[in-house]
C-alpha cells in the first residue's frame, strides 16, 4: 500500500463553505477549523479526487490497472445504494502546514487570511435586482497539504496523475474563485 501527500496552492482567494452564515454580515462562512484556521474537509477531497480519477480513467488509454473495480475498491460504493461498501482509502483534511499553522495561531493573526466578496444581480435596465445582494467569506491565496492512506500500489499513479485534472475548487468557480494546482508524491506506507 501507498500514502499520497498531496498539496494544494491557490492562486484566487477560494471558499469550502460550512454551511453557516454570519447573519445580516456574510451569506457564507467558510468551514474552520478549532483554531479558527480554513481547511478542506477529507470528506470533500475525497469526493473530488474520485470524480479527477473516474474523468482520467475514461480519456486515458494506458490504464490498464484501474478500472471501475479497483476505483470502487479505493472509494468505496454511495451511500445510497444497498450495497454499500467502505473504501480502503483514509483522506485526511486538507490544512496548512504545522509551522505555518503555529505562527498564524501564536500571533492571532487568523482574521487576515479571511475577506468578503459581495455580489448582486443586475436587471436590464442595469437596476439591482430586489433581495440579490449576496456576500461570501473568502480565504486569501495559500497552500494546504494533506494526505491520503492506504492506496493500492496500482492505482497510485493514476491518482497522482488525475489530480492535474482538479484546477478549481469551492463555490463560485465559474466567477474566478478558488483556481488551484494540485502537487502529489507518492510515498511508502
Request: one cysteine or more; proline letters at 2%.
Amino acid at each position: 500500500m501507498k500514502r499520497i501527500e498531496y498539496s494544494i496552492t491557490f492562486y484566487s482567494a477560494w471558499h469550502c463553505g460550512s454551511g453557516l452564515s454570519a447573519g445580516a454580515d456574510v451569506d457564507a462562512l467558510v468551514i474552520k477549523d478549532k483554531d479558527d484556521l480554513p481547511f478542506i474537509p477529507g470528506k470533500t477531497m475525497k469526493g473530488l479526487i474520485r470524480e479527477a480519477v473516474e474523468d482520467y480513467v475514461e480519456f486515458c488509454k494506458d490504464c490498464k490497472d484501474c478500472d471501475d473495480a479497483a476505483i470502487e475498491r479505493l472509494f468505496g460504493k454511495g451511500a445510497d445504494d444497498e450495497n454499500h461498501v467502505m473504501g480502503t482509502a483514509f483522506f485526511t483534511n486538507a490544512q496548512l502546514p504545522d509551522e505555518e499553522r503555529n505562527a498564524i495561531v501564536s500571533e492571532n493573526l487568523q482574521s487576515l487570511l479571511y475577506n468578503k466578496v459581495t455580489t448582486t444581480a443586475i436587471n436590464k435596465d442595469g437596476i439591482a435586482k430586489d433581495h440579490s445582494l449576496r456576500s461570501v467569506e473568502t480565504v486569501v491565496p495559500c497552500c494546504l497539504h494533506g494526505e491520503i492512506h492506504d492506496v493500492d500500489d496500482k492505482i497510485a499513479s493514476t491518482v497522482v496523475e488525475s489530480l492535474g485534472l482538479i484546477k478549481r475548487m469551492g463555490v463560485k468557480r465559474n466567477r474566478g474563485l478558488g483556481r488551484c494546482d494540485i502537487k502529489a508524491k507518492i510515498k511508502e506506507e
